[in-house]
Structure formats: structure tokens, C-alpha cells
């Protein structure tokens, strides 16, 4: 057991001695990966006793359609994996353009891939299998110049110390249990040479076990990259929810996991799949979204129950793999430059830019940049491209190429060139469990004429910050200011919504009622049920322009908006936290939204303190058009910055 002074002494190694971001640019720079879902589900095919399984994935046909573990267990008997051949595989994932591939070294049903000293149920003890499959991938992936990776579940259904399984997977993690992972890992990270990234998921670990499996990961294999589903923002990358893209950028490295189909990872021997052309078509869209946004794409696939790759699956990595032979330099290596409606990436050199440009479009505008290109030229070098202008704008026409859904189009500058500045928030994905994740927000970029002035309230002073890239420690001269008036405008209303923490309901046909109270001044109550939330919402109105402070104590997750603006959001699993905020108000009315999230149990809760008269602090910088500040860029990298009360001048 650990004990609470050891748990200090981690952190503070974890916090000062680990650099969560060490091998991110090569780990990041391949782009496409591979992922594997093959264990004891796939030999059910997603059917139990005659019957398709239709709840759940069917990799979690356990849990949705067998139930009884002796049943289950007994199924490990028929297990051969007799089609599973891990050169073939790494050969497909070669040709499919992939540069590593992650297998599911364990999944929720318990049942390891290698030959593990923790536990008999296991391809190595399966008496018709008796196959360290882990340990042939690994060599597999090495032979072929891959990366390796694994994922493992943080939940364990067959180990007899677990706490009882539920549907929804983000149960918590006992300390026997919690003692079997490590046991597990650290075989992982000690039989089969270098392991690049380890996809831990699912379970709810409390703070301590993260960061002590974290601590071990690093101390075992420095460079593997941690995912972010191991929890309480122990991690190297972040990972979203499955098959989700970020619409926004992000300051921290992350990956986008994908399933062929949504409704299964494992194999389903009745899933409908479709043309082939279709699957191509949405994958490569998929690739693109995720590159230009700056990720990392892992694309999976579900082996039968023999192991064996299914024909579809393997005829569309194939065609992925084409276009990537032809286009593949405008993927690897590059950066992502997220700009709206445009697929776009650059080279490290920032001379190179390169534009998607899809089969439906012959004429794509480019966006704001700080240069002007001096040549498009198609990475195909089949000509149909043009650079010219339209209404003083530089534009693109590209004439569409038979069988490429995209047309990758090289912009050459004489010297760096990026996206024009613009004033915004810089966001991360903070993740405690898979349903308790957010946007965080760590910082901000500021664009304006003179820039001199940082102030902030006096409960940020002492803490770092990065200014510019430069370390700063806030501190300034004292003043006095006061809030607007604002009046509350009409009930408090409040609807109930479910998904993750992160998620904020769109216009749904969900009509609010009006409920006692006020979003200003009470204490606000979430849901009592775990894994739900309650928007609360009112209006306020203003007769002047100013910042109205308002202290924020609450208890499990929230988020908060302005509008339509996102101001802050965050969770805590134990006590309570306090953030002051500043609401940026005009003359006018406003909507004030706070959404509580019931994360770990315990009933949330919210107080909105508006504050008339309040102290801040300013300090004076360099003069400049340009500010970026954020959090500082060390462990953990993706926790809120809890910074809005900022104010750059």
C-alpha cells in the first residue's frame, strides 16, 4: 500500500523529474497506426447461445449477453487463434501505409494475449492455443520496422478481486486489483522490448493509482507514451471519446481511436459493412480531419475468431494504403493547421504547406497567412492545378483525379509561413475517467496593437505561468475595481442531460423548466445519479460594459458558459474547488449556463458569488502585438489552467 507521504513523493518526481512530452514529436509524426481488438470475444462473433448480441460492443459480449464467468471461461477451451499471424498482419499494416500497431494485450473479459505468471486465463495456457501472441506481434513489429504498442484494460470482469462489473465500465479499481495491473504491466514493459505507447482504458482509478502506474510505465520504458484513458491527467496524450474528433485545437498531443464500424471494435460475423469504396472514402476523410487538426489517427480492426483479418477490412486498409503512397509526404512528419472548412498541414521548415483538396471541389481558397505561396504543385504530379485569384483572394483549382477522393496540392513559400494570428483560446482535454472529460482550457492568445499589461485577481498571485514560451511567476501592483449591476431576468430553468462531463446538449426539442433559485447567489444541485448531468440556465441583463466577478466553489464536474462562449470548466473528485472568474459583460441581456456533472457518486454542487467590489493585480510586459500565456508545459499536461480572469491590455 502506499502510503500518503509516498504518493507526495511521487507527484513531485512525476511533476519535476518526467517530461510527459519526451518522444511526442516522433510518436506524433507517424500519423496513422493500427489498432487490433482480438481476444476470447472475437470466437462469438457477437452471438451468444444461437442469438446476435445487439446492447454493447460485441468485444464486451460478456458483460451484455454471457454474464456467468464460468460459462465464459469455459468458452477459453475452444480458443486457437489458428489464422492469427502477426507477419502477415504487420505486413498489412505496412501496406496500409501505417507506421505501428497497438494489439489488445487484455480487454475487459480479462482473457491475456501473452504468457502472463498472474493468471491462467490466457492464449498461452488455452489448451488449443498455447501461444504467446503479445510476444509474436511485438517481434513482428520490430522485424518490420513498426512501433509497437498495447493496449490494456484498467478493468479485469474475470479477476476474482474486482469490484462487481456494470454496464457502463468506469468502475472503480480495488487495491488487490490495483496490485494485479501493476503485476500485469510490468510484464508488458519487461518481456517484449520496446513498447511505444501504452493505451490503458476504462476503469475510474482514484488519483494515486494513476499516477503510481504512470510512475511505472516511466520508470520501466521512459519513452512509451501514456494514453490519456489511464486517468486524473496522468498521461502523454490525450484520447477522446471513441471515434471523436476534436473541433477545436489542442496544445497538448492527442490521438483520435477509430473503429471501422460504431456499433463494435471486436469482430461481429453479422455486422452489415457496406462497399468498399464507401469505407475507403469515409476513412480517408476520417485520416485528414484528424491530421489537419493536428492528432494522430488510430484506424482498428476486429480479427475473427481465428484470428484472421476480415477480407473487407483488409481491401480497405489496402486502398488507404494506395493514396498514402502517392500522397503520403503531405501526412507524415507534418504539423497540423486547423483552419475551419480547409484540410491543411505544414512541414516542420514551415516552407511547405499542403492543401486536401476533395474530388466535389475544383476550387478551394486559402486562408489567412502571413506569406503569399510562390507555386501548388500536385503531389501526383499529374498537373490540373492552378494558383490564381479570385476577388484579390489566392485560390487553388485542382482538377479531380479518378479514384482519389483527395488531391494533395504542395504550396511552396520563400520563408516560414503560418496562419495569421487571431485572438483565441487554447484548449486541452482533461480526463479523470472516460466520462468525466473536458475541453480545458490552459491558456490564451491575444492579438492587438501594444500589448503591455497582464492583470489578474489577487488569488492568482504566486502562480507560473508561460508567457511567450518564457516562464513568468504573477505578481503585481494591487488595485481596486467593481462589477457591473446585473439583474436576473426571468426563472431559473434547469434540464437533465446525459453523456460525458464534456458534453454540452444542442437544440434537441428538450424544453427547460423553471425551477426554484437563482444561477447567482445559491447553492445549485446536480444530479443524484452518477454519470448524469443538469444544465441550469438564466438570463441576466446589464446596462454596462465591464467584468463581473463571481467566485465559483463547487463539487464534482462543471462547465460554464457565457452565451455561447466557453469560460471555464473542471471536476474534483474529492471536497470541493474555488475559481474567481471574470464574465466579460456588455449593455444588453446574457445567458448564463452551468452544467453540473455527477462524476464519482456523490451528489455535485454549485455556488455563483457575484463579487460588487474586488482587488486585482497588474503587471507590465514588453510592449508587443502578440501574447500567448498559459499554463506551464509540464505534468500534468492537460489539467485546467483555471485561468479566465485574466486580462491582457
Known amino acids: 500500500m502506499m502510503t500518503a507521504t509516498k504518493r507526495i513523493v511521487l507527484l513531485l518526481l512525476l511533476m519535476t523529474t518526467l517530461s510527459p512530452l519526451s518522444g511526442a514529436t516522433d510518436w506524433l509524426g507517424d500519423k496513422f497506426s493500427l489498432f487490433i481488438h482480438y481476444g476470447l470475444y472475437s470466437t462469438y462473433g457477437g452471438v451468444y447461445d444461437g442469438v446476435p448480441v445487439n446492447d454493447g460492443y460485441s468485444e464486451q459480449i460478456f458483460s451484455f449477453g454471457v454474464h456467468y464467468m464460468d460459462v465464459y471461461e469455459a468458452s477459453a477451451r475452444d480458443f486457437t487463434a489458428s489464422d492469427f499471424d502477426a507477419d502477415s498482419i504487420a505486413a498489412l499494416a505496412k501496406r496500409a501505409g501505417m507506421r505501428s500497431v497497438v494489439l ?47 493496449y490494456f484494460s484498467l478493468i479485469d470482469w474475470h479477476f476474482p478481486g474486482a469490484v462487481p462489473y456494470s454496464s457502463h465500465n468506469a468502475d472503480p479499481v480495488t487495491p488487490a486489483h490495483h496490485e494485479y495491473n501493476k503485476r500485469q504491466v510490468r510484464e508488458l514493459l519487461t518481456k517484449y522490448g520496446s513498447v511505444d505507447e501504452l493505451w490503458f482504458d476504462m476503469g475510474s482509478l482514484t488519483p494515486a493509482q494513476s499516477q503510481e502506474l504512470y510512475g511505472l510505465v516511466k520508470s520501466l520504458q521512459p519513452d512509451c507514451m501514456v494514453s490519456g484513458r489511464l486517468g486524473n491527467d496522468c498521461a502523454d496524450f490525450a484520447v477522446f471519446p471513441d471515434n471523436e474528433t476534436p473541433d477545436y485545437t489542442l496544445d497538448i498531443p492527442w490521438q483520435t481511436a477509430a473503429s471501422f464500424f460504431p456499433e463494435t471494435w471486436g469482430y461481429r460475423s453479422w455486422q452489415r459493412r457496406g462497399s468498399v469504396e464507401t469505407k475507403v472514402r469515409e476513412k480517408l476523410s476520417d485520416l485528414l480531419r484528424v491530421v489537419c487538426g493536428g492528432g494522430k489517427y488510430l484506424l482498428n480492426i476486429g480479427p475473427d475468431g481465428e484470428g484472421g483479418v476480415i477480407p473487407f477490412e483488409r481491401q480497405v486498409l489496402e486502398r488507404m494504403g494506395r493514396w498514402l503512397s502517392t500522397y503520403g509526404a503531405a501526412i507524415y512528419g507534418t504539423e497540423g493547421l486547423p483552419c475551419h472548412d480547409r484540410l491543411m498541414t505544414r512541414r516542420a521548415d514551415a516552407r511547405e504547406l499542403y492543401l486536401f483538396v476533395p474530388d466535389d471541389r475544383t476550387l478551394v481558397e486559402l486562408p489567412a497567412l502571413t506569406a503569399s505561396p510562390l507555386s501548388a504543385v500536385a503531389l501526383d504530379d499529374k498537373g490540373g492545378v492552378e494558383l490564381t485569384s479570385v476577388d484579390g483572394h489566392p485560390v487553388v483549382r485542382c482538377v479531380p483525379l479518378a479514384g482519389m477522393p483527395y488531391r494533395a496540392i504542395r504550396l511552396s513559400f520563400a520563408d516560414p509561413v503560418s496562419l495569421q494570428s487571431r485572438s483565441e483560446t487554447i484548449y486541452a482535454y482533461s480526463l479523470a475517467d472516460y466520462y468525466s472529460g473536458l475541453r480545458s482550457v490552459v491558456g490564451y492568445r491575444v492579438v492587438g496593437k501594444g500589448l503591455r499589461e497582464i492583470s489578474f485577481p489577487r488569488e492568482y498571485e504566486g502562480r507560473e505561468v508561460e508567457v511567450n514560451g518564457d516562464l513568468l511567476t504573477l505578481k503585481g501592483q494591487p488595485y481596486e475595481t467593481k462589477s457591473p449591476t446585473v439583474r436576473l431576468v426571468g426563472p431559473l430553468s434547469c434540464r437533465p442531460v446525459g453523456g460525458q462531463l464534456g458534453w454540452m446538449p444542442s437544440v434537441d426539442g428538450v424544453v427547460p423548466q423553471p425551477i426554484e433559485g437563482a444561477i447567482l447567489g445559491d447553492t445549485l444541485l446536480g444530479s443524484p445519479d452518477q454519470h448524469r448531468g443538469l444544465l441550469l440556465e438564466q438570463e441576466l441583463a446589464c446596462d454596462q460594459s465591464g467584468d463581473l466577478r463571481v467566485d465559483l466553489a463547487y463539487s464534482g464536474g462543471f462547465l460554464l458558459y457565457l452565451d455561447d462562449q466557453y469560460i471555464d470548466g473542471g471536476f474534483v473528485r474529492e471536497g470541493e474547488e474555488r475559481i474567481p472568474l471574470l464574465l466579460s459583460l456588455t449593455p444588453g441581456r446574457h445567458w448564463l449556463r452551468l452544467k453540473l456533472y455527477n462524476s464519482f457518486g456523490p451528489r455535485p454542487y454549485a455556488l455563483l458569488t457575484p463579487i460588487n467590489k474586488y ?7 514588453p510592449a508587443t502585438d502578440e501574447v500567448t500565456i498559459t499554463r506551464p508545459h509540464r505534468f500534468p499536461i492537460a489539467s485546467p489552467a483555471h485561468l479566465s480572469a485574466l486580462r491582457l491590455r
Open 104 to 150: 489488445t494485450a487484455k480487454h475487459h473479459e480479462g482473457f491475456c494475449l501473452w504468457d502472463t505468471a498472474t493468471t491462467d486465463f490466457s492464449s498461452a495456457r488455452a489448451p488449443r492455443c498455447g501461444r504467446d501472441l503479445v510476444g509474436e506481434m511485438s517481434e513482428a513489429c520490430h522485424r518490420a520496422g513498426l512501433r509497437f504498442g498495447l
Open 615 to 621: 482587488e486585482m493585480q497588474r503587471m507590465t510586459l
